[in-house]
């Protein structure tokens, strides 16, 4: 879910290769929260039979049986629970046979949850597994280190392609995101070259470490905005009324349609600042 962002052209929903290893099909799902719609990925390397599909995105037959004709599926990854991503699981482990893995047992099909620092083989493919908490509780990301040049991350919604990312509090919070942020910026500049990010909406990005510090940057510059705004006001931070106040001033400009995801994302911050200052 995107934050604050308003609606982008719509692509076509033409499968498009986006790395050697991964496949992108967008979901046509378009709208304010969603930007173009869902990415759902389709990883395979060179020669193997089989491969993985990361995020079936919603309940849209023909998307899914346009993912399952990449098949064999052997193993459907889930970035998180939020229904844009997640909708289409159970009909599409129906059309392919496939197991379900996530890092919430709940969303598991014929499967064990994800585990943190987990290595999958599947398809010829090597695939770590990051719990990266902060958009939402059971939010993760997928390395492929082996995709060239120097590997890429698949980041749901923890990163996207334009703007940046909601934290859906209460579920979601702005401390485990901030560390979240700084583990996948440590890969980013460790890696010894430019990983690239397959986000859940939008373009492919070229440099996790560069994005990872611009994400930071803006989270730091929105917590600057709100501590002037609470101190400016005179508010309590653990007041309700407060969320409306700084959002007000904060998010001014923000369209109606979004509105929600602009308190969520205050609350997240408010709840951050009772804690850390």
Same mark, same amino acid.
């Given at each position: ?55 079936? %995105?919603?309940?849209?037959? =023909? $998307?899914?049986?346009? /993912?399952?004709?990449? +098949? @064999?599926?052997e193993?459907? #990854? ?25 890092i ?20 010829g ?52 995101y ?9 890969? %980013?500049?460790?890696?010894? =070259? $430019?990983?690239?990010v /397959?986000?859940?909406? +939008? @373009?492919?990005?070229?440099? #996790?470490?560069?994005?990872c ?7 730091a510059?929105?917590?600057?905005q ?14 309700p009324?407060t ?12 369209d109606?349609a ?20």
């Amino acid at each position: 879910m995107a934050d604050l962002l308003p609606h982008h052209v719509r692509r076509g929903i033409h499968p498009s290769s986006v790395s050697r290893l991964a496949t992108r099909l967008l979901a046509p799902n378009p709208g304010p929260m969603t930007l173009d719609g869902t990415n759902s990925y389709v990883l395979r390397a060179p020669g193997a039979p089989g491969a993985v599909v990361v995020d079936p %995105g919603p309940l849209d037959e =023909g $998307h899914l049986e346009r /993912l399952a004709a990449f +098949g @064999p599926i052997e193993l459907v #990854l889930l970035t998180h629970h939020h229904a844009d991503h997640r909708d289409g699981l159970v009909r599409f482990a129906e059309l392919t046979g496939a197991p379900v893995r996530a890092i919430d047992a709940a969303f598991c099909i014929d499967a064990e949850p994800l585990v943190d620092g987990e290595r999958i083989t599947a398809a010829g493919l090597v695939i770590d597994v990051l719990a990266t908490p902060g958009h939402t509780a059971d939010s993760a990301c997928f390395l492929l280190a082996g995709d060239a040049p120097h590997g890429s991350m698949l980041t749901g919604d923890t990163i996207l392609g334009h703007g940046t990312t909601i934290i859906a509090d209460p579920d979601g919070a702005l401390g485990p995101y901030l560390e979240s942020l700084q583990r996948l910026h440590a890969i %980013g500049r460790t890696s010894g =070259g $430019h990983v690239a990010v /397959l986000p859940g909406h +939008g @373009p492919v990005l070229q440099d #996790l470490g560069d994005i990872c510090d611009e994400y930071l940057a803006h989270r730091a510059e929105r917590l600057d905005q709100v501590r002037t705004v609470l101190a400016a006001l005179g508010a309590d931070p653990a007041d309700p009324s407060t969320v409306a106040k700084v959002v007000d001033s904060v998010y001014a400009e923000t369209d109606a349609a979004v509105r929600p995801a602009a308190e969520a994302s205050v609350r997240a911050q408010l709840a951050f600042l009772r804690t850390h200052g």
